[in-house]
């Protein structure tokens, strides 16, 4: 079983630059896609940014463009999402995935689908 541990998140004044850490313990690191998604009762799951660990291919949704940054550290198999300039409106649940066999990855990297493990999630509140 392949599991991804999460931290970083918290309460957070806007403006505000915390990193989010997503560790995938036991595993081919550079076989994998990883994906950073957020969820809010309004708005449901959305993803927010990616990588493929093969090709350090990356993809950032337009509202977080310019702000969040998301890297891979292969030797301790953990991809980062730098975050910055918070806003209250990117309160949310974070969660990592993985994808462990990227094929298609390239072609539906924002379809939860081709995600297989998912983390437990970490809260990121921002007060304005």
């Known amino acids: 079983e392949v599991q991804l541990v999460e931290s970083g998140g918290g309460l957070v004044q806007a403006g505000g630059s915390p990193r989010l850490s997503c560790t995938v313990p036991?595993?081919?690191?550079?076989?994998?896609?990883i994906g950073w998604f957020r969820q809010t009762p309004e708005k449901g799951r959305e993803g927010v940014s990616c990588?493929?660990?093969?090709?350090?291919?990356?993809y950032s949704a337009d509202s977080v463009k310019g702000r969040f940054t998301i890297s891979s550290d292969k030797a301790n198999n953990t991809v980062w999402l730098q975050m910055n300039d918070l806003k209250p409106e990117d309160t949310a649940v974070y969660y990592c995935?993985?994808?462990?066999?990227?094929?298609?990855?390239?072609?539906?990297?924002?379809?939860?689908?081709?995600?297989?493990?998912w983390g437990q999630g970490t809260q990121v509140t921002v007060s304005s």
């Open positions: 995935a993985c994808d462990s066999a990227p094929t298609y990855w390239e072609l539906r990297y924002w379809s939860q689908d081709v995600y297989d493990y």
């Open positions: 036991g595993v081919n690191f550079i076989d994998y896609a």
């Open positions: 990588i493929s660990n093969s090709d350090d291919n990356t």
